[in-house]
Each structure stands twice: as structure tokens, then as C-alpha cells.
């Protein structure tokens, strides 16, 4: 009878050892796709910088490089933003002097060798201009009309930022958490991230077992990084090249239990007591993860991954039953206030912000914080008409609320979706319609047209 119920106790041990990894890896692969995420809105300011190269005219290399710095000075973590010719040359850049030969860098040779535009995630590098430094690269190619290379537009990003960002609560002793390439070399890894970056883990097989299907996988098998035997999590990091692991040392989950075990035959009311509290212990610490992967700590809304599934679920749902439009907000100058007041200023008017949105809006719509100072509403069964009307109501009211320390104002790009247009194009129009709000002056809303779609 003890035998069995150790036996049972063992493995309820080990089930909840395989769920708090796959918990440390879901989360991890959340701060890696914000993360990224982030950069890539980055790489769309680059191209900007960069395009007039592709016209008629000469991109005048004193602005594109002053250009290049103020982005680079509002993203701590970005090491470098490089502009590159078809025959990789560094025409501008965020550095000083003669820009490194980067002929050999993959980030280059990927749209070179390849008549592809689509985003290139770089594996961990050494620097060749920040002695000792590791980056991974963000790499896009725009092309002409008729697919020739025109430039590439790449960001150098420290991976320093994927270490302090993966700073999650790990709830059991000895529990690891890591972002690895699909071929296993190593982003980052809390704890000993200096002593791990840039190296090469063998799993091919289970990460090749990664796929949009099956996007996680967990074993128990010994850690190539510290020889431990580990609960490994893996999760494949949605949209991008990466994964994402949690790991638990089966030493350390297993000494509670080793140790009731031991104790059974003449405690065992205690034990009882014991296995009760660890399953309540267990059942917080999952609904503390399951509250962190849907809500946004600072503002009490939706974070993103919440408010992007929300957005997914409306759409299949409302395929044939009516209109969804999305309203893309952005806070204007929201820089100048963390510079002037303090982040902790800035952080209490998202907070009013956020609390001004979820009022102003009706019980059918859901707001989330998208990033930084970005929200999203999703209207179900409003066309663009009633859409362009909440916006309006939204930006009005956030201007008449929110005035101190300094008067807040919004812009608002809003896009309907089509019955034929996918999730994704009526985002990226909505970031479009943004984009020219703030380009048109800033504190207005501005409607997407039927075009208007992201280059």
C-alpha cells in the first residue's frame, strides 16, 4: 500500500515538475516574441531611412546616419542598425568610421543568396566592433518591382536584453530557463548566461520534432550544458526560428519526495498534511502563470499574446457572422514623457490610459496593451464607420482626461476587416493607417483604405 501510494506520489511529483517547465518555457517564448516582435516594428524605420536609395535620387548620408542614431538612442538594447548595398557594402550605419567587412555574415549572405524579403533571425554572434560583446542579427530585403535587391535593412541587437528579460519567477530550485536557434545554439539562459551564450546544443531530433502542429515537446533526459538529468520543456517561438526551453532538475523536485518516502511509515498524517499543501502550492503557481500569460502586469489589461489569441478567436468565429475592426493606438511622444517626468510618470499615464480605454469602450470590446505604448481594441460586429466614430471618442476623451503632468494625446489608425482579407493584412493595414496618422500630426485617427496594406 505505501509502495503504491509512493509510487503515485512520485509520479504526481514528476507531472507537475513537466508542467512548471512548460510553463518556464511558454513564458520565455513570450518575452522572446515581444522582443523580436519590437525589433522587427524597428526594421520598418530603417526601411524608411533607407528607401529613398531605391528612387531617383541620393540618400544623403550625414541625415541617414542621424536618422539611424536617434532610433538606435531610443533602443537601449540596439547595437547597431546597418543599411546594406546589394554587394554588401555598409552604406549607412549607427557606428563610427569605416563600417566592418560583413561579407561573411549570414544575415548579408541570406537575402544575397536568396530572392527572399522574408525576416532573417540570426544565431548568436561575436562582435566584431563591441569587443566581446554577443548579438544576434534582424535582417529584411526590400526589392523592386522586379525582385531585384534593392538594400537589406538590419538591426545589431545585444543579447544582453533577452538575459534580463527572461527574468521570470522560476518556482522550483535548480529550474533553468533558455532561448536556443532551431539548430541549438544558445540566445540566452538564466542562470550562467555568460558562461552559456553562443554555445551549441545537440538535439536534433527532439528539435526537429518542433513543428507549427506540434509546437512543444517535454522529456526527461540529461542537460548538455551542466550534465544534470532535467525535465526539458521545449517550445517552438511562434512566427520566428527560435525556441524556447524551461528546465527542471529532477534532484531537486524529487528531494521532497524522497524525503516523505522516507518518513511515511511513522508520519504518515503529516505526509498527508504535506502532499495537500504542495498541491495547493502547485495549483497557485499555475494560476499565477496562466494570469501572467493573459494579463499585462503594469496596466491590468490584456498583454499581447492575449489580446493577438482574442483577436484570432473573433475572427474564425465571425468569419461568417459579421465585421471585426481593430483600432491600432499609439501614445503620442510617450518618449519625451519618460525623459521629462520619469518612467514611473510614464508608467501611471499608461495606467490611466488603459483605464480611460477600457471605460470609453462598450462590454462587447476587448482592449489590450500591444507593447511599450501601443493598445488594440477589437470591435466585433462594427464596420468601419462605427469603428472610425469609437476611435474618435476614444482620442477625444484621452485628451480631455489625461493633462497632468503634461496634456496626453493618442493616434488611432482603424481598419475593417474584409471578408476576404486575412487577420494579419487587416493588421498590418491598421499599423499602416497608424503610421500616417502620426505622419499627418499626430492626435488624430486616421482610416485604412482598401490598399493600404504594409509594404
Same mark, same amino acid.
Given at each position: 500500500?505505501? &509502495?503504491?501510494?509512493?509510487? *503515485?506520489?512520485?509520479?504526481?511529483?514528476?507531472?507537475?515538475?513537466?508542467?512548471?517547465?512548460?510553463?518556464?518555457?511558454?513564458?520565455?517564448?513570450?518575452?522572446?516574441?515581444?522582443?523580436?516582435?519590437?525589433?522587427?516594428?524597428?526594421? $520598418?524605420?530603417?526601411?524608411?531611412?533607407?528607401?529613398?536609395?531605391?528612387?531617383?535620387?541620393?540618400?544623403?548620408?550625414?541625415?541617414?546616419?542621424?536618422?539611424?542614431?536617434?532610433?538606435?538612442?531610443? #533602443?537601449?538594447?540596439?547595437?547597431?542598425?546597418?543599411?546594406?548595398?546589394?554587394?554588401?557594402?555598409?552604406?549607412?550605419?549607427?557606428?563610427?568610421? =569605416?563600417?566592418?567587412?560583413? *561579407?561573411?555574415?549570414?544575415?548579408?549572405?541570406?537575402?544575397? !543568396?536568396?530572392?527572399?524579403?522574408?525576416?532573417?533571425?540570426?544565431?548568436?554572434?561575436?562582435?566584431?566592433?563591441?569587443?566581446?560583446?554577443?548579438?544576434?542579427?534582424?535582417?529584411?530585403?526590400?526589392?523592386?518591382?522586379?525582385? +531585384?535587391?534593392?538594400?537589406?535593412?538590419?538591426?545589431?541587437?545585444?543579447? =544582453?536584453?533577452?538575459?534580463? +528579460?527572461?527574468? @521570470?519567477?522560476?518556482?522550483?530550485? &535548480?529550474? #533553468?530557463?533558455?532561448?536556443?536557434?532551431?539548430?541549438?545554439?544558445?540566445?540566452? +539562459?538564466?542562470?550562467?548566461?555568460?558562461?552559456?551564450?553562443?554555445?551549441?546544443?545537440? /538535439?536534433?531530433?527532439?528539435?526537429?520534432?518542433?513543428?507549427?502542429?506540434?509546437?512543444?515537446?517535454?522529456?526527461?533526459?540529461?542537460?548538455?550544458?551542466?550534465?544534470?538529468? +532535467?525535465?526539458?520543456?521545449?517550445?517552438?517561438?511562434? !512566427?520566428?526560428?527560435?525556441?524556447?526551453? !524551461?528546465?527542471?532538475?529532477?534532484?531537486?523536485?524529487?528531494?521532497?519526495?524522497?524525503?516523505?518516502?522516507?518518513?511515511?511509515?511513522?508520519?504518515?498524517?503529516?505526509?498527508?498534511?504535506?502532499?495537500?499543501?504542495?498541491?495547493?502550492?502547485?495549483?497557485?503557481?499555475? /494560476?499565477? *502563470?496562466?494570469?501572467?500569460?493573459?494579463?499585462?502586469?503594469?496596466?491590468?489589461?490584456?498583454?499581447?499574446?492575449?489580446?493577438?489569441?482574442?483577436?484570432?478567436?473573433?475572427? $474564425?468565429?465571425?468569419?461568417?457572422? &459579421?465585421?471585426?475592426?481593430?483600432?491600432?493606438?499609439?501614445?503620442?511622444?510617450?518618449?519625451?514623457?519618460?525623459?521629462?517626468?520619469? *518612467?514611473?510618470?510614464?508608467?501611471?499615464?499608461?495606467?490611466?490610459?488603459?483605464?480611460?480605454?477600457?471605460?470609453?469602450?462598450?462590454?462587447?470590446? @476587448? %482592449?489590450?496593451?500591444?507593447?511599450?505604448?501601443?493598445?488594440?481594441?477589437?470591435?466585433?460586429? #462594427?464596420?468601419?464607420?462605427?469603428?472610425?466614430?469609437?476611435?474618435?471618442?476614444?482620442?477625444?476623451?484621452?485628451?480631455? $482626461?489625461? #493633462?497632468?503632468?503634461?496634456?496626453?494625446? @493618442?493616434?488611432?489608425? %482603424?481598419?475593417?476587416?474584409?471578408?476576404?482579407?486575412?487577420?494579419?493584412?487587416?493588421?498590418?493595414?491598421?499599423?499602416?493607417?497608424?503610421?500616417?496618422?502620426?505622419?499627418?500630426?499626430?492626435?488624430?485617427?486616421?482610416?485604412? &483604405?482598401?490598399?493600404?496594406?504594409? =509594404?
Amino acid at each position: 500500500m505505501i &509502495g503504491l501510494y509512493a509510487l *503515485h506520489d512520485r509520479n504526481t511529483v514528476v507531472s507537475n515538475g513537466e508542467r512548471v517547465a512548460s510553463q518556464i518555457a511558454e513564458q520565455t517564448a513570450l518575452v522572446a516574441e515581444g522582443t523580436i516582435d519590437a525589433a522587427r516594428q524597428l526594421l $520598418r524605420a530603417v526601411e524608411q531611412i533607407a528607401q529613398p536609395a531605391t528612387k531617383d535620387r541620393k540618400r544623403d548620408a550625414d541625415t541617414a546616419h542621424a536618422a539611424l542614431l536617434r532610433l538606435k538612442n531610443q #533602443t537601449p538594447y540596439i547595437m547597431d542598425l546597418l543599411i546594406i548595398s546589394p554587394d554588401g557594402r555598409i552604406t549607412d550605419w549607427t557606428g563610427l568610421g =569605416k563600417p566592418p567587412d560583413i *561579407h561573411d555574415r549570414e544575415y548579408y549572405r541570406y537575402h544575397a !543568396g536568396a530572392a527572399t524579403s522574408s525576416l532573417y533571425v540570426g544565431e548568436p554572434q561575436l562582435s566584431k566592433v563591441h569587443k566581446d560583446r554577443w548579438f544576434f542579427a534582424l535582417s529584411e530585403a526590400i526589392r523592386d518591382s522586379q525582385g +531585384r535587391l534593392s538594400f537589406i535593412a538590419v538591426a545589431i541587437i545585444d543579447n =544582453k536584453i533577452l538575459y534580463e +528579460r527572461l527574468g @521570470i519567477e522560476l518556482a522550483l530550485p &535548480g529550474s #533553468t530557463q533558455a532561448l536556443l536557434s532551431e539548430n541549438g545554439a544558445v540566445y540566452a +539562459r538564466r542562470p550562467d548566461h555568460d558562461s552559456n551564450v553562443g554555445k551549441q546544443i545537440s /538535439r536534433p531530433k527532439e528539435l526537429s520534432a518542433l513543428t507549427e502542429n506540434k509546437p512543444s515537446i517535454t522529456i526527461r533526459s540529461q542537460s548538455q550544458l551542466d550534465h544534470k538529468m +532535467r525535465i526539458l520543456s521545449w517550445h517552438k517561438v511562434g !512566427g520566428y526560428p527560435l525556441v524556447s526551453a !524551461g528546465t527542471v532538475v529532477m534532484d531537486e523536485l524529487l528531494l521532497p519526495w524522497r524525503q516523505r518516502t522516507g518518513l511515511l511509515t511513522v508520519l504518515w498524517v503529516v505526509l498527508c498534511i504535506v502532499i495537500i499543501s504542495f498541491a495547493r502550492r502547485a495549483n497557485a503557481i499555475s /494560476r499565477r *502563470h496562466t494570469e501572467l500569460a493573459s494579463i499585462d502586469s503594469l496596466t491590468g489589461i490584456s498583454n499581447r499574446r492575449s489580446i493577438l489569441n482574442t483577436a484570432a478567436f473573433l475572427d $474564425r468565429s465571425q468569419n461568417d457572422s &459579421g465585421n471585426l475592426s481593430i483600432l491600432m493606438i499609439d501614445v503620442d511622444h510617450f518618449k519625451d514623457v519618460n525623459d521629462q517626468f520619469g *518612467h514611473q510618470v510614464g508608467d501611471q499615464i499608461l495606467q490611466q490610459i488603459s483605464d480611460v480605454l477600457r471605460k470609453q469602450i462598450r462590454e462587447t470590446d @476587448i %482592449v489590450g496593451r500591444y507593447g511599450g505604448e501601443e493598445f488594440l481594441v477589437l470591435m466585433p460586429d #462594427t464596420g468601419s464607420e462605427g469603428a472610425m466614430l469609437v476611435a474618435e471618442k476614444l482620442r477625444q476623451a484621452i485628451s480631455d $482626461r489625461i #493633462t497632468l503632468p503634461k496634456p496626453i494625446t @493618442i493616434s488611432i489608425g %482603424v481598419a475593417a476587416k474584409s471578408a476576404d482579407a486575412t487577420l494579419d493584412r487587416t493588421f498590418a493595414r491598421a499599423d499602416k493607417a497608424l503610421y500616417r496618422a502620426k505622419g499627418e500630426g499626430r492626435n488624430c485617427v486616421r482610416l485604412a &483604405g482598401a490598399d493600404d496594406v504594409q =509594404k
